[in-house]
């Protein structure tokens, strides 16, 4: 046998033989070699006190020496016994843990993400289970995800191809007339399934590290102010929802990419007016210790609290029936979160039925000032 390959239990079991062993040698070698001479010397002690013992000396100390003799072999014999039996049941005790979380781990690798490991008590095999099972129940979760995802993206591009093959089916065979009205249609399910694309291309290039931020300081209300009225231009009925600025006075400049804090505005401004019928929609930034804060507040339909804490999760809505092409691409928000993370700053929302929403997130400051509260004017 490999000794390289020696399991653990013949490993510990051979440990505690082995220094039951030594100590089993030890003390007859000691035993062997002093009990015999401390008899002898008492014997002289007893002679001193005027009892001779001379004759039957040499009988004595063989008698003695014969019993001790017996005595050790059978103390040796139930002692090895004895301690053979407890290492054996302290090994299996420390071992079978371990076989148990081996066998866990190979049902794990064979696709059973479910399986855990119970508590034990013995506290490092139990924090090595505790430990096993944190990560078990990461991978579960990232693998949930990635079937979500798969799942999602398969449905987001079924609509869409779908529809050019039956246009185009129908072009093809003569029972769709070629009109501009027709091409319009297709270019639309085009644009769709490209941006879709391009978000998921950029969604997995955050959160592989690819995506570079070029942060430098900047002020936000002219970037700000021009996203609200880009947004309020495109509001040009009475009964739209009136886009307003909230910048105080001052606030100092941040330090962030322009870019991304643009991409993350327009996503989220979108996506409020999405779901705002009426009232307003308020762009509203503050300092805050070390950070300012950007809100933007709705007055729109509002998410159910159950539904919160999933709206930063790719392809998520909490109205299903929602037309796709209506609803965007059921990523951008999941970009707003990771690009936020990636400046080292926060994206929390708060929201009520039929009230309204309000997202919010941090950028770190880079101390200096611009402000006002205004009301953009629709072009």
Same mark, same amino acid.
């Given at each position: 046998?490999?000794? @390289?390959?020696?399991?653990?239990?013949?490993?510990?079991?051979?440990?505690?033989?082995?220094?039951?062993?030594?100590?089993? $040698?030890? $003390?007859?070698?000691?035993?062997?070699?002093?009990?015999?001479?401390?008899?002898?010397?008492? +014997?002289?002690?007893?002679?001193?006190?005027?009892?001779?013992? /001379?004759?039957? #000396?040499?009988? $004595?100390?063989?008698?003695?020496?014969?019993?001790?003799?017996?005595?050790?072999?059978? =103390?040796?014999?139930?002692?090895?016994?004895?301690?053979?039996?407890?290492? *054996?049941?302290?090994?299996?005790? %420390?071992?079978?843990?371990?076989?148990?979380?081996?066998?866990?781990?190979?049902?794990?690798?064979?696709?059973?993400?479910?399986? #855990? &490991?119970?508590?034990?008590?013995?506290?490092?095999?139990?924090?090595?289970?505790?430990?096993?099972?944190?990560?078990?129940?990461?991978?579960?979760?990232?693998?949930?995800?990635?079937?979500?995802?798969?799942?999602?993206?398969?449905?987001?591009?079924?609509?869409?191809?779908?529809?050019?093959?039956?246009? !185009?089916?129908?072009?093809?065979?003569?029972?769709?007339?070629?009109?501009?009205?027709?091409?319009?249609?297709?270019?639309?399910?085009?644009? /769709?399934?490209?941006? !879709?694309? @391009?978000?998921?291309?950029?969604?997995?290039?955050?959160?592989?590290?690819?995506?570079?931020?070029?942060?430098?300081?900047?002020?936000? *209300?002219?970037?700000?102010?021009?996203?609200?009225?880009?947004?309020?231009?495109?509001? +040009?009925?009475?009964?739209?929802?009136?886009? &307003? &600025?909230?910048?105080?006075?001052?606030?100092?400049?941040?330090?962030?990419?322009?870019?991304?804090?643009?991409?993350?505005?327009? @996503?989220?401004?979108?996506?409020?007016?999405? *779901?705002?019928?009426?009232?307003?929609?308020?762009?509203?930034? *503050?300092?805050?210790?070390?950070?300012?804060? %950007?809100?933007?507040?709705?007055?729109?339909?509002?998410?159910?609290?159950?539904?919160?804490?999933?709206?930063?999760?790719?392809?998520?809505?909490?109205?299903?029936?929602?037309?796709?092409? =209506?609803?965007?691409?059921?990523?951008?928000?999941?970009?707003?979160?990771? &690009?936020?993370?990636?400046?080292?700053?926060? %994206?929390?929302?708060?929201?009520?039925?039929?009230?309204?929403?309000?997202?919010?997130?941090?950028?770190?400051?880079?101390?200096?000032?611009?402000?006002?509260?205004?009301?953009?004017?629709?072009?």
């Amino acid at each position: 046998m490999d000794p @390289n390959k020696v399991g653990l239990r013949s490993r510990l079991f051979f440990s505690h033989i082995i220094v039951m062993v030594v100590g089993l $040698l030890t $003390l007859l070698a000691i035993g062997k070699i002093s009990s015999p001479r401390f008899f002898a010397f008492y +014997l002289k002690q007893i002679e001193v006190g005027g009892f001779s013992v /001379r004759q039957v #000396r040499t009988q $004595l100390i063989r008698s003695f020496d014969d019993a001790w003799s017996k005595g050790a072999f059978w =103390s040796v014999v139930v002692g090895a016994s004895t301690a053979g039996g407890l290492s *054996y049941l302290v090994s299996k005790r %420390i071992v079978q843990p371990l076989i148990q979380m081996e066998e866990v781990t190979k049902k794990f690798a064979s696709g059973h993400l479910e399986e #855990r &490991l119970p508590p034990n008590e013995i506290p490092e095999v139990d924090q090595l289970a505790t430990s096993f099972n944190r990560m078990a129940a990461t991978l579960e979760g990232i693998e949930q995800r990635r079937r979500e995802l798969v799942g999602d993206l398969t449905h987001e591009l079924r609509t869409p191809l779908t529809v050019l093959k039956g246009y !185009l089916e129908g072009l093809a065979d003569g029972t769709i007339e070629p009109t501009p009205e027709i091409y319009q249609r297709l270019s639309r399910e085009a644009t /769709r399934m490209q941006r !879709l694309v @391009n978000d998921l291309q950029e969604l997995s290039k955050m959160e592989a590290g690819y995506l570079p931020i070029d942060a430098r300081p900047f002020d936000l *209300y002219p970037l700000l102010a021009s996203v609200v009225q880009r947004f309020a231009d495109q509001l +040009l009925t009475e009964n739209s929802p009136r886009m &307003l &600025l909230d910048c105080p006075p001052e606030m100092p400049r941040v330090m962030a990419d322009p870019e991304r804090i643009e991409q993350i505005m327009v @996503n989220l401004v979108g996506n409020a007016l999405r *779901y705002t019928s009426k009232g307003s929609v308020v762009v509203k930034v *503050y300092p805050e210790n070390d950070r300012a804060w %950007i809100a933007v507040i709705d007055t729109g339909e509002g998410i159910a609290a159950e539904d919160l804490p999933h709206v930063f999760e790719r392809f998520w809505r909490a109205d299903r029936s929602r037309d796709r092409s =209506s609803g965007g691409t059921g990523v951008g928000l999941a970009i707003c979160r990771r &690009l936020v993370e990636l400046h080292g700053g926060m %994206i929390e929302v708060t929201s009520e039925l039929g009230k309204g929403s309000t997202f919010r997130f941090s950028l770190p400051l880079a101390r200096e000032k611009v402000g006002g509260l205004r009301e953009l004017k629709r072009g």
